[in-house]
């Protein structure tokens, strides 16, 4: 019983560290990644889909679901002005079946 319920914990505790509760920072010193928006999905290594609740922010798979507490978030970014100066860059789509990334190779700044 003991075993079921550490694989039980351990099962949620996974799941909650790939959710996507976001928290914006005012300065690039308190963020996690810096994030710049490019205006064209060509040009992203993320694509981004803001959900309207929680819940619906789990995975990384580019859902975000922006927090007003830095303590509610998961991550911290910065929106930075200029691309060189960003960790990852995201566009910003419509639906959620068109989220998801385009540069794997970025994918664990979000983990």
């Known amino acids: 019983m ?3 319920l ?3 914990f351990t099962f949620f505790l996974s799941i909650s560290c790939l959710s996507q509760n976001i928290h914006v920072v005012d300065y ?3 963020a996690d990644i810096c994030v710049y928006v490019v ?3 060509s040009q992203c290594d993320l ?3 803001i959900v309207d609740y929680s819940s ?3 995975g990384n798979e580019g859902n975000w679901y922006f927090v007003d507490y ?3 978030s998961d991550k911290t970014i910065y929106f930075v002005d200029y691309e060189s100066q960003a960790d990852i860059c995201i566009y910003v789509v419509d639906y959620e079946s068109q989220s998801g990334w385009k540069n794997k190779s970025k994918q664990h700044l979000l983990f």
């Open 47 to 49: 694509k981004v889909h």
């Open 70 to 72: 830095e303590s509610q």
């Open 2 to 4: 003991k075993t079921i």
């Open 56 to 58: 619906q922010a789990s």
């Open 39 to 41: 205006d064209y999905e």
């Open 28 to 30: 690039e010193s308190q």
């Open 6 to 8: 550490i694989l039980l």
